[in-house]
Structures are given as C-alpha cells and as structure tokens.
C-alpha cells in the first residue's frame, strides 16, 4: 500500500538559514509528487509539483524539490528562510486525485 | 476571487445529530473533493466528484454522503454525528482530472479554508 513518511514533526530553524524537509514515500510506481503548505486557520497551497522530467523542480515562494527514486524521496528545500514561511508543511503522493495520499506534516517555526 | 468557500468554518454537534457541510467554488471547476484532517495525520480523501453528476468514495467514506448539486457546488453529510468524525474538514476544488502515463495535465486543487467539527 502506498505511504508517505514525513521524519520530521517538528523542525525550528532560524531566520536566513538554509531548510531541508524530508520526505519518502512507498508507491508500486513512481507517483505524482507534490508539496503543499498549509498556514494557520487556512486550506493548502501547492508549492510545487513533480510529474517526470527534470528532477529538480522549483515552485513558488523560492522553494525547491529534489525528486531521488533511487531513495524514494522528494525533500523541499529553501536556502533562506523567510519569518513568513513558518507553516505546515505536507508531502503527498499519488497516481490520481482519489489515491493520493498525504504525510502528517511537518510544523516549521522560524526563530528571528 | 472568493475560490473555494465552505459553511460553516465552526461546528460542534452532539453525538447522533445530522449535519451538512457546504462547499462552493466559483471557478468554474470540474473537479471537487472533500477531505478530513486530523492531528498527526496528513489529509484523507472522504469523496470526490470529478465532474458533475458523478461522485465517487475515498480512502475514508464511512458515515459521510455526498451531493454534487451542480458544478460549483459539493455538500458533504454526516447523518448520525459520531465523535470520531471530529476532525477538520477541506473542500477542494480543481479544473480538471489528472493525466496518467507521465502525462502534465494535473491542475492545481485549490482548498477552502476549513471547518472546524466537533462531536461530543
């Protein structure tokens, strides 16, 4: 059955420091994979999305995403962060919109 | 541009009470969908409805029905509350169905700002 694991629940970086959130899924194929974030009180906002192609692929807000199979992965990354990207963070994956699944979510505070 | 708007963003119910939860989008979409979010857990699909007229079940579809009254609106229903359908509920919206086979024709699903329900 497909998966999607976010290690980090909970992870506290500093203003203009450089951010890594991690994401790996278990899927039969290689999905569609996207990460969306979600700020407090509102619904989820695609950041970026990777279909085939190049893996590495940028999306809004300076945000990037490096697509690994070979480790089943597909980490976010930012090199500086801003006091306005604290938020929740979620990675998803799926085939079709009715197979998708979503990890829990990794909360990111952003210490001035 | 209000997007995806859902009725009512609070709620709380007894257990065995009826209720239905109202989405609209105004953005002329075919595709709506209704999810639940839970602490700890990432979002799970209770229905979708890839166009009108036709509504399907998700990963979660138990002690929920759907409408999908017309394209801009999907209604989600709970029918005898039970305090494990508390949770926080999102409406989503978007243009079209995805592609397969590699295929780029995903659009973007837009989400409503929630409703929060509680079940006691």
């Known amino acids: 059955a497909q998966s999607v694991t976010q290690p980090d629940i909970h992870i506290t970086v500093s203003e203009g420091a450089s951010l890594e959130l991690r994401c790996n899924y278990s899927?039969?194929?290689?999905?569609?994979l996207f990460w969306y974030v979600q700020s407090p009180g509102q619904g989820l906002q695609l950041l970026l999305k990777?279909?085939?192609?190049?893996?590495l692929v940028q999306g809004i807000k300076g945000f990037e995403a490096e697509f690994k199979r070979s480790q089943s992965s597909f980490n976010l990354r930012k090199p500086s962060v801003h006091w306005s990207d604290a938020a929740e963070y979620f990675c998803?994956?799926?085939?079709?919109?009715?197979?998708?699944?979503f990890g829990a979510g990794t909360r990111l505070t952003v210490k001035p | 541009n209000a997007g995806v708007t859902q009725t009512p963003k609070f709620q709380v119910l007894k257990t065995g009470q009826s209720m239905t939860l109202q989405c609209a989008q105004d953005m002329n979409h075919n595709s709506m969908y209704w999810y639940r979010q839970d602490p700890g857990m990432g979002l799970r699909l209770i229905y979708y409805?890839?166009?009108?007229?036709t509504t399907d079940k998700g990963e979660v579809p138990n002690g929920y029905n759907v409408s999908r009254l017309n394209k801009r609106e999907f209604s989600l229903r709970l029918e005898s509350a039970a305090p494990s359908q508390t949770s926080v509920y999102f409406c989503a919206s978007s243009e079209g169905w995805w592609g397969t086979g590699g295929s780029s024709r995903y659009t973007e699903a837009f989400f409503g700002q929630g409703t929060r329900l509680t079940v006691v």
């Open positions: 990777y279909f085939s192609g190049d893996t």
């Open positions: 409805s890839a166009s009108e007229g």
């Open positions: 998803a994956v799926g085939a079709t919109p009715n197979d998708m699944r």
């Open positions: 899927y039969g194929a290689t999905p569609y």
